[in-house]
């Protein structure tokens, strides 16, 4: 199942509001390591379905977002937990890694 890709209109209903951790993945459709993420980006989302929710944002699409965050470089991933960004890491990182965030 692909992540749902959100942007500027429905971040804050999707992210900010949201009653489960989020995992966002700030991505560009031009960004090898992003391709690379991808596949365990949208394993970390059917997994986690029920218990937190998995974005992907495109830097391109919403630069209005990715400058709110500070996002300089992608893939950036930042987890959210009552609307407020509480972990982030930047580049390609193991599943293990990824699900931490969200710990």
């Known amino acids: 199942m692909a992540t749902e ?3 500027s209109s429905n971040f804050k209903q999707k992210v900010l509001e949201a009653s489960e951790p989020v995992l966002v993945d700030f991505f560009a459709t031009w960004c090898g390591p992003c391709k690379m993420l991808a596949p365990t980006i949208d394993e970390i989302s ?3 379905a029920g218990k937190a929710q ?3 944002l495109d830097i391109d699409q919403s630069p209005d977002i990715a400058q709110m965050y500070g996002v300089m470089s992608v893939p950036t991933l930042i987890a959210f ?3 407020q960004p509480v972990k ?3 580049g390609v990182q193991s599943k293990q890694a990824l699900l931490s965030l969200l710990a």
Do not use: A, F, L
Request: a positive charge; charged letters at 20%; proline letters at 0%.
């Open 88 to 90: 982030q890491t930047v």
């Open 46 to 48: 059917s997994e986690m």
């Open 5 to 7: 890709i959100i942007n």
């Open 81 to 83: 937990k009552n609307g």
């Open 54 to 56: 998995v974005y992907k």
